[in-house]
């Protein structure tokens, strides 16, 4: 049997110092006492200073997420000075490239950016060959004195830079909870990250494959695109599209909670399986919502903001036979409704069923990855080391079976785990985020397999109380 | 040593520990009455 | 603990009341645990929430503590329990229980 193969990712990442602000937790916060805004501003972090952060050059390739096991922690004081914004897997933008992108990627003329500040996402993105100067000079600037008045009227919230105001982003209707500045803002982040992430990965397989040979696109992250007679309508996929120049080709979303990336990777091997596309694209944009959400430890501690970062993905499928690893269609781990609630009925339908269809034990799998959230945002705030805590349940697991001694558990963890890296942005954690590394890795002829399992907290939603998830095994 | 039996149950579950669903049917089982469930998702 | 969280539970302690009310928790860390029962016994330690300065009196008990576990048909725990108490490291995570509820 052949299965589709993986030729391509790009991991992205953009600095957003000036909208931790807009991120849910520290918004109410603000709302209910401004000078939380003070506390905030005083400890975001510089362009430099994310670049030179471990955890963010393991998420752009310049680092395997194995190697920050022996760098000493915290990690946010040993930061690299040399570190390039340039990674293997992509960019780390900084702040005004991502405003840049903002207004590229707004077709409702509701971003405002005044000169100096377009110019040099310009320029800084034309550097990357990531935009057109075409395209970036076809966008008109505000000016400052527009862009007061429309905060100052409530028409626009501030977009800013060092502290200094350069912008701003207008609601989209005067009325509509669905389409105030903040959701638009909200879900406008999630399509520029995601555009930047499928313009890099266009730009990974030029020569190769053209825009307009990759048939679908599918967006997988958890942005709610509507207005208020359909406040999840979706599809900002098909903007991602559009935005990235993939003219002929269309797409939809697929959500569900942090496992909507891992899902639309199956979606896309799925559709490319029944012959129906040759080339998929799936793209996953970053989450505003989630940057600052842990701010209150970190600030407790004289911390950096570490949640100062939008993450982007891209992943190119393509059929059998094309140059990368495959994806074990005949062995996907799935977490039905009659699976229940126990964890151990949860991690054998994700880790143990899939590898017993794919005739493997569990040690048969070079590397596991599950919730990759780095552990030095969460640590902080009681939240625990999420990747560990996953890896101890595989291996527990291992052990109650037989497959690994009672002892061995720190060991299985050590050889098949590695340290959390990714920002805590959802769904970007949620495994896919090292579907870039493994395919190097294999590609390199030093992994033959991964399992890939993203865990979905649907109950969150309050529609049900079950939670849920999906897994795949990648195979060189 | 406390008896569940009797007691009214605050719920309060981790996904990535034990859950909601799993603390409400073993305190259930033990004859306590569940007040309140939850599961925590810290990311 | 989430703020949301503790909105919802004040809520309900103050429809049902106090008597008899415990806390049964499932975190893996133990700060997260140390933070919960804090919270329901004293008031919430960070100053942030719904339950800040107010003292709900409720003790916090985790589900793998073995006076609790002890108390669950023996194929319950094996089917619910058995693979996070291998998990986690349960002596850690439990610890700052008994600390706070004495005090």
Known sequence: MTFPTITAVANVLAHAPGLVRYGS?????????????????????????????????????????????????????????????????????????????????????????DAATLGAAAHRLGE?????????????????????ALCRDGEAIPLTLGGHVVGAMARGHEQDEALTANVLLENLCGKATGVLALRRLLRMVEGRVAPDEIDFVLAGSEEAVGDR????????????????????????????????????????????????????????????????????????????????????????????????????????????????????????????????????????????????????????????????????????????????????????????GMPGYAPTQGHIASAVCYLAHALRAMRAGKMRRALFMAKGSLFLGRMTEASDGVSFILEA | MIELKGKRVLVIGERDGVNGPAIEACVRSAGAEVLYAETLCFV | MDLEGQGRIKLVVEQAGTDDVIAVLGANSPTAVEMTALTLKTGDPSYAGPLTGVALGIPSYHVLEPEIADQFDPSLYERELALPALAMDVAEVVAPLKTIRDS
Request: glycine share 10%; net charge neutral; with cysteine.
């Open chain 1, 25 to 113: 937790k520290p918004l109410r916060d603000i709302a209910q006492d401004p000078s939380t805004l003070d506390a905030i501003t005083a400890r975001l972090r510089t362009h430099v200073d994310a670049v030179g952060y471990g955890p963010n050059q393991a998420f752009i390739g310049n680092v395997e997420p194995e190697m920050l096991a022996s760098r000493a922690r915290p990690w946010w004081r040993s930061l690299d000075g040399g570190a390039s914004s340039r990674g293997a897997f992509g960019d780390l933008v900084d702040e005004a490239e991502l405003l840049g992108l903002l207004k590229l990627c707004d077709r409702a003329r509701l971003v405002h950016l």
């Open chain 1, 128 to 148: 990357r060959g990531l935009v057109t100067a075409a395209e970036m000079e076809a966008l008109a600037p505000t000016e400052p004195a527009r862009i007061a």
């Open chain 1, 229 to 416: 007679y359909q406040r999840g309508g979706g599809n900002l996929a098909k903007a991602i599209a559009e935005s990235a120049g993939l003219a002929t080709a269309t797409g939809f979303d697929v959500k569900a909670f942090c496992a909507s990336t891992l899902y639309a990777v199956f979606n896309a091997a799925a559709l490319i399986q029944a012959g129906v596309f040759s080339r998929v694209a799936v793209v996953a944009g970053g989450s505003l919502a989630k940057l600052g959400m842990k701010y209150r430890a970190h600030v407790a501690k004289d911390m950096p903001i570490l949640e100062d970062v939008l993450a982007g993905i891209a992943i190119l499928v393509e059929r059998p036979g094309a140059d990368g690893p495959r994806i074990r269609l005949d062995a996907v781990g799935l977490h039905t409704i009659a699976t229940g609630s126990a964890q151990q009925a949860i991690v054998e339908a994700l880790v143990v069923k899939p590898l017993d269809r794919a005739g493997y034990r569990l040690r048969d799998i070079d590397r596991y990855a599950t919730e990759m959230h780095n552990p030095e945002v969460t640590e902080p705030s009681g939240s625990g080391d999420v990747p560990k805590g996953n890896y101890r349940l595989i291996a527990a697991l291992g052990a109650m079976r037989g497959e690994i001694p009672r002892d061995g558990i720190n060991d299985f963890v050590a050889r098949h």
